[in-house]
């Protein structure tokens, strides 16, 4: 903890956010939230425990107290749904399932995610599983991701699940290639959409 202008702020490690939502959600609001649909707010929160509550505030008013909230209804109501996007797009890609991958980029496209922004969360996706595969390449256990490359331990369930998809050649290849798109189309040499569709099928063939 820490003090600020006289106020106690509770400052979590991003593992601990889960927990804390469950009890803030029961005590605070007399509501209960599943810990699937916690841990969904908790990778998205962080350790941003001000913004938490804000989001669970909505959560709880959507349900009103008919329901326990779910991931749906995480999924629904903040900004998880585009992350959660990026973990099925992979999904896709890993599968060779280009089309679907594809639909799924568009869709958020359609709900005016900027194309540059959304290039930017690809590459994210790709170096947290790069870095996840050389954690667990050099003899990391999975429990462990999420504290040596700092995300939720949410997240680090899905790319420690996902990573057995790819070798670490790949990873590093796909983010080379990545690194290529990102320099084109800061320069102007390609359409930013086209240049998302190529990388998606250019990753299905891999």
């Given amino acids: 903890e820490k003090h600020e202008n006289g106020k106690v702020i509770s400052c979590l490690s991003p593992r601990d956010s889960t927990g804390w939502i469950i009890k803030r959600a029961q005590d605070r609001y007399g509501a209960t939230?599943?810990?699937?649909?916690?841990a969904a707010?908790?990778?998205?929160?962080?350790?941003?425990?001000r913004r938490a509550d804000n989001e669970l505030l909505k959560l709880v008013s959507y349900v009103d107290g008919a329901r326990p909230i779910t991931e749906d209804d995480v999924a629904l109501l903040t900004p998880y749904v585009?992350?959660?996007s990026m973990f099925d797009m992979v999904d896709a890609l890993a599968e060779g399932r280009g089309q679907a991958a594809s639909r799924?980029?568009?869709?958020?496209l359609e709900q005016q995610e900027d194309v540059f922004s959304l290039f930017g969360m690809i590459v994210r996706q790709f170096r947290l599983l790069l870095l996840a595969k050389e954690h667990l390449a050099t003899g990391g256990y999975p429990a462990g991701i999420a504290e040596a490359i700092g995300v939720h331990r949410?997240?680090?369930e899905k790319l420690a699940r996902q990573s057995r998809n790819f070798?670490?050649?790949?990873?590093?290849?796909?983010?080379?290639?990545?690194?290529?798109?990102?320099?084109?189309?800061?320069?102007?040499?390609?359409d930013p959409i086209l240049a998302v569709d190529l990388l998606i099928a250019s990753l299905t063939t891999r």
């Fill in 33 to 38: 939230i599943e810990p699937r649909a916690a």
């Fill in 41 to 49: 707010l908790g990778s998205v929160v962080g350790p941003d425990l």
């Fill in 82 to 84: 585009a992350e959660a």
């Fill in 104 to 108: 799924l980029i568009h869709r958020l």
């Fill in 154 to 156: 949410y997240v680090a």
């Fill in 167 to 190: 070798t670490v050649e790949q990873l590093e290849r796909i983010y080379r290639t990545l690194h290529d798109y990102d320099v084109r189309m800061k320069t102007g040499r390609i």
